[in-house]
């Protein structure tokens, strides 16, 4: 069963925040990007990019100032598992901020904490203030703030969060420059998710051994999925990366499931017929944390016209494929659905979703095609009929 074979303990597991703030200060920066580029981890926001890569572009740059963000942005649908962490082991993430800080220079952090969190941010603030004042006690020169989100989908996007950060629209920025070079305030910015620098805090601490003892050679360590949908287990789990589909669904399914949402509303569904072949992790199928399970009388149609009425909600309206094509995907499948447009209609909106996917300024654009074009590649009967 996978909740036995591939249980992980890292991110919820206690650790004494003394020991590991002196273990983070007398590691040099070099040490600490090094131990992270060792242990191969990936950012947990679904994108996968190195994060010991990452530290080290920051790190090379040369600026008076530099910025650590975490983005606890947590807005993908399906996905609460932040919320959960900051609820168990804020002083975790604060470590791995820390960690940050001493690896690319910076002596200034924040938390951006999306809005619909609120009820975080008085706990979150105190817990902030003793970790300040211990940091500084340690005569190492950081202060974490906390910033409270705008209530915006897109501000997940590290640019965007950037934008909004700096008292401006949040709107995805033009890359290059990236957040590296060129962030918060135009400074040497990184900015990590809130798992992922739990993970950085472990890695820098106890070393990369015990995290590369988890997962595969592509997907390295554990992730946090957060699990919900047509499942008598919904909840959050810690599990290794590698595993197939099947053996999740054999774990956390009702015994019915006909498909899963991997990576919330931005993510592909996979069918039933596909589970044995799936892998989870970066070599497979790569997931944010967002675990949906739908059983065989859950309407697909249904979910598909809930996310893209989610994505033409949440589309910032800057860029026009995003914009245009959130509404005409939208409107298409409901045309098609109740009569009024022909069955090949449907291949029109998907080479929509296509130049979608290839023209859309941002990953919100870009990734509105993954769940349109995977549920008609294998539920289309249920659109049409």
Known sequence: MANEKTKVDLIFKGCDLGDALSKILSSSPAEIIAALTDAGIKGRGGAGFPTGLKWKFASEQKSDKK???????EGEPGTFKDRVIFEKVPEKVFLGMLAGAKAIGADEGYIYLRDEYT???????????????????????????????????VCGEETSLIESMEGKRGEPRNKPPFPVVEGFMNKPTIVNNVETLVYAMMIAVFGAANF????????????????????????????EFGMSLKDFVDEFGSGDTKAVQVGGASGFCVPRKKFAETIIGFEGMPTGGSMMLFDSPRSMYRVLKNYLEFFEEESCG???????????????????KRGEKNPEHLDVLCRVAETMRDASKCGLGQSVPNAFLSILDNFREEILY
Do not use: W
């Open 67 to 73: 910025y650590v963000i975490c983005n606890a942005d």
């Open 318 to 336: 800057q860029c026009t494929p995003c914009r245009v094509g959130c509404q005409q995907l939208l409107k298409g499948v409901e045309m098609v």
């Open 212 to 239: 590369k003892q988890y997962g595969t050679k592509d997907s390295r360590g554990g992730k946090v999925f957060s699990v919900s949908g047509d499942t008598p287990k919904a909840g959050i789990y810690e599990l």
């Open 119 to 153: 009820y975080l941010a008085d706990e979150l603030q105190r817990g902030l203030d003793a970790f300040n004042a211990k940091v500084s006690g340690a005569g190492f020169k950081f202060k974490i703030h906390l910033r409270m989100g705008a209530g915006a989908y």
